[in-house]
């Protein structure tokens, strides 16, 4: 694979948008957001926010157990990332509707020929909400805080090609790395996913601590932090910043509220203890289009799911045994008895958010289609018919589990399902102890994020045993090549061999709904993020 | 008495310790590393080892166990491993709403067993008795979180009386608001508690009726009404007692599940969720809580029986 030497191609104020829709439409992927919903097409930031009317709190109920922390650095649960921190943290860019990257805290930004320099021009007077400017020199020491040793942020790990980040004017920020990294914008410098660098102010921190900055920050959002209504894992509110470089947001403010259980969820909804709610669990989908009060909005998810299964352990070591497994699955019936048909096919570990790499399942023909005949004849030749694998599951929803174990049991196989506590269950993940899982992605910036984790030799979340050299060496040019066109064509490359591969039997992917109440208007969904400064209440 | 009560307040401060030590060693017992869990998608060995090390992990057990102990003598109950709370934040927020449903329960318990017991008593194998009987049996066998969402659906989504969610201050919202948040969770678990408390109340009262000094006491010419609710009910309060102090203890964790259903963050889902989680300072310092008020509670009911009952005495 050639290193393509056009990182023009990723700078500012808007990345590929054009080269993304182009590559959206040649793959079909705008037909199929199109018939998700009218909403989805439409780009962000396009109302002028003062023409409508102003005022109303806005009563957010989200499907949590709990809000660890709310310091960006810190926060390690995606959905808190994009739909809370996303409204009180800014980044140095954004996502637009497509995912596509546009301006947010940098009104522009370079990058050099060599893919390694970035200079971002940052918006003048900018200020976080205790009114402190916000400068270039604010971006270092957020650099330098999510990169310290003793502070030990999950995400440093995302900064760790830089080798030099310097100020030399209070809105120019230039970043250096050893080397170019494609997904560096999404996932190291956006709104919401890129929360190693969203800026945090020094003098806070000096004043109330890294603790105390996880329950009541300051950032420089749409929406700043009420303190004396923080309670973790019960919720928070929020009120608009006045001062906020995009104007002043319609809602006065949005109150936050953690509800675990889903049936309450739903209840809240019902009963009007709620405005919003920000994911509809596939079990709401029907009851809540049912009442005419509500609206329901979809956008394809940034997700998938799979049957992973373990390379390290017989009879998985066999390609045979996992193609005869993911051909044994018959997906519609899978996603009709598991998710009411709810959910998307899946057919590999790209997501139909990102429109300009996603392929739609119906123009793509996957060798590991159902096909019942040949899953059988498959399974006997890999004998296994003796075979008692287990399926590692959490507690949480046993449905998926047991359809599969159901359909597997048509070519032989006898899974046994071993249900294990959450801790346990990561452990053992990591650890690369079970013989089949099911697993996927959620919450992502660029299919790079996932993909790489998975299915690169030493990948993070490989602990599959999977590996095949040409696709470590597509995913390491994905990474060096900036053109979005040629990086879509490696990814499909790659979802290609891993269909034939068959670590994972592809499942479904989970669009991300949100419901609201029907004066709730202007919102624009992004997937997996809940920007909410362009919502108002009608009737306010 | 007052050495009574000392003695009693020495031996639980035992009883406590020997719990919080032996839920410190327990909860590392249980399979799964925390720092995995919390790093979730961002797990790395680097990063894993970067945070055990941040949050005093890497330590041995006892290193780790001596100075818990030290600090929880100093008062300090230490911070949350998986967020960005202190212990002591988390039951100071959390205290208050249990304490009001399990409360509020007790009292809506007492309210429908007490009255219901002793008419069941009183019209014993009547139609009364039979309906009162089968009513608790309902009662006892509905599982509370089925309740809840029953009580939810009928007063939340259809007649729109009270919120489905919540909790709201009594001091800062006002006591109107605070008891409307109350009403469904405490008769979610109030309701299955009466059922208990109420069969108690009926048996003790029976028991009591056919005492001879009942018989004296209507022999002496007293009223029927003097006779069940002096003599009777106050002789027949003993095992209701008892049951009610080991109840209250059911009560907290019988918050459990209604505060998940009422999205209500009170004791009990802090501790669910510490477990899951294996957040240890946040689990031993909710369950040295816990201990702390099962042991209070057998202390109140226990010298609640001498005041019942003037020929106990403790010495």
């Known amino acids: ?540 | 008495m007052t050495q009574y009560i000392i003695r009693r307040l020495i031996h639980s401060v035992i009883i406590v310790w020997g719990c919080a030590t032996l839920v410190f060693f327990l909860i590392r017992a249980i399979p799964g590393d925390p720092v995995i869990q919390m790093l979730g998608p961002e797990y790395t060995p680097e990063a894993a080892e970067a945070m055990r090390h941040k949050l005093g992990l890497d330590e041995s057990v006892i290193t780790q166990y001596f100075r818990w102990l030290g600090n929880i003598l100093q008062g300090d109950l230490g911070s949350s491993i998986t967020g960005a709370e202190t212990v002591r934040g988390a039951i100071l927020s959390g205290l208050p709403k249990t304490m009001s449903i399990t409360l509020l329960a007790f009292l809506i318990a007492t309210l429908i067993a007490v009255p219901t017991g002793v008419l069941a008593a009183l019209r014993r194998n009547s139609f009364a008795d039979f309906a009162v009987s089968l009513v608790a049996f309902v009662g006892v066998s509905m599982p509370s979180f089925w309740f809840g969402i029953i009580l939810i659906l009928i007063f939340s989504v259809q007649l729109n009386w009270l919120p489905s969610l919540g909790y709201a201050s009594f001091t800062e919202d006002g006591a109107w608001e605070w008891l409307k948040h109350l009403i469904l969770p405490s008769l979610a678990i109030g309701a299955g508690y009466s059922a208990i408390l109420m069969r108690f109340v009926r048996a003790g009262l029976l028991e009591a009726l056919s005492s001879d000094y009942i018989r004296t006491a209507r022999s002496k010419g007293l009223s029927e009404r003097r006779v069940v609710i002096i003599h009777g009910l106050r002789n027949s309060l003993i095992p209701v007692v008892t049951v009610a102090g080991i109840q209250v203890a059911l009560l907290l964790s019988g918050t459990v599940v209604i505060e998940t259903v009422f999205s209500i963050r009170g004791i009990g889902r802090i501790l669910v969720g510490a477990i899951f989680d294996k957040d240890y300072p946040m689990v031993q310092g909710t369950i040295l809580l816990i201990t702390v008020i099962f042991v209070l509670a057998n202390l109140v009911v226990d010298i609640t029986y001498t005041l019942l009952d003037p020929r106990i005495k403790y010495g």
Not at chain 1, 103 to 118: C, F, M, N, Q, R
Not at chain 1, 128 to 151: C, K, M, Q
Not at chain 1, 262 to 289: F, K, T, W, Y
Not at chain 1, 428 to 452: C, Q
Request: net charge negative; proline share 7%; with cysteine.
């Open chain 1, 1 to 540: 694979m050639t290193e393509r030497i056009d990182w023009s191609a990723l700078s500012g104020p808007h990345v590929s948008r054009r080269t993304l829709l182009t590559l959206a439409m040649a793959s079909g992927a705008v037909g199929y957001a199109a018939r998700l919903n009218g909403a989805w097409a439409t780009s962000r930031l396009p109302t002028r926010l003062q023409d409508v009317p102003q005022g109303g709190t806005l009563r957010l109920g989200m499907g949590i157990t709990d809000i660890p922390t709310l310091d960006p650095a810190q926060e390690t649960t995606g959905i808190i990332a994009g739909e809370i921190l996303s409204n009180i943290f800014s980044g140095l860019v954004q996502f637009d509707s497509e995912l596509g990257i546009i301006p947010d805290l940098a009104e522009d930004w370079t990058i050099s020929d060599d893919g390694l320099v970035y200079t971002f021009t940052l918006r003048s007077a900018l200020t976080f909400h205790n009114g402190d400017p916000l400068t270039a020199s604010d971006l270092i020491y957020t650099y330098e805080r999510t990169t310290d040793p003793e502070f030990a942020s999950p995400h440093a790990n995302k900064l760790q090609l830089i080798t030099d980040i310097a100020a030399p004017d209070d809105t120019t920020l230039i970043i250096t790395q050893s080397a170019p990294y494609a997904p560096f914008l999404a996932t190291a410098c956006s709104r919401g996913p890129g929360r190693a660098l969203n800026p945090i102010p020094k003098t806070v921190i000096d004043e109330i601590g890294n603790e105390g900055f996880g329950r009541t920050p300051v950032g420089c959002g749409p929406f700043k932090v009420v303190p004396d209504s923080v309670e973790l894992a019960s919720g928070l509110e929020l009120v608009a910043f006045e001062d906020w470089y995009g104007g002043r947001p319609p809602l006065d403010s949005i109150e936050i509220s953690v509800i675990p259980e889903v049936s309450s969820r739903l209840s809240a909804m019902e009963s009007g203890d709620i405005d919003m709610l920000d994911i509809v669990p596939a079990i709401g989908v029907d009851r809540l289009a049912a009442n005419d009060q509500f609206t329901i909005v979809e956008a394809p998810g940034t997700n998938w799911w799979g049957l992973r299964m373990n390379l390290t352990r017989p009879p998985w070591d066999n390609p045979d045994a996992r193609m005869a497994v993911a051909r044994a699955i018959d997906r519609a019936d899978f996603n009709e008895k598991a998710f009411l048909g709810k959910v998307v096919e899946c057919v590999g570990p790209i997501a139909p958010a990102f429109g300009w790499v996603y392929q739609d399942p119906e123009t793509v023909t996957s060798p590991q289609a159902y096909n019942l005949e040949q899953a059988k004849q498959l399974a006997e030749k890999a004998g296994l018919a003796d075979a008692k694998p287990k399926l590692m599951l959490q507690s949480d929803d046993p449905r998926p589990a047991e359809n599969l174990r159901n359909q597997l049991a048509e070519i032989g196989l006898d899974v046994e399902l071993d249900l294990v506590n959450t801790t346990a269950y990561f452990e053992r993940w990591d650890a690369g102890d079970y013989d089949m899982n099911i697993t996927g992605s959620v919450v992502d910036a660029d299919p790079d994020d996932n993909v790489w984790n998975y299915f690169y030799s030493e990948g993070p979340w490989n602990t599959h045993g999977y590996s095949n050299p040409e696709v470590d060496e597509l995913l390491v040019a994905e990474r060096t090549t900036s053109d979005q066109e040629e990086r879509a064509a490696i990814f499909q490359q790659i979802q290609t061999i891993a269909q034939q591969d068959a670590p994972f039997a592809f499942l479904y992917h989970e669009p991300d709904r949100t419901a609201f109440i029907s004066s709730v208007q202007g919102y624009v969904p992004i997937p997996e993020q809940r920007y909410l400064e362009t919502i108002w209440l009608e009737g306010e």
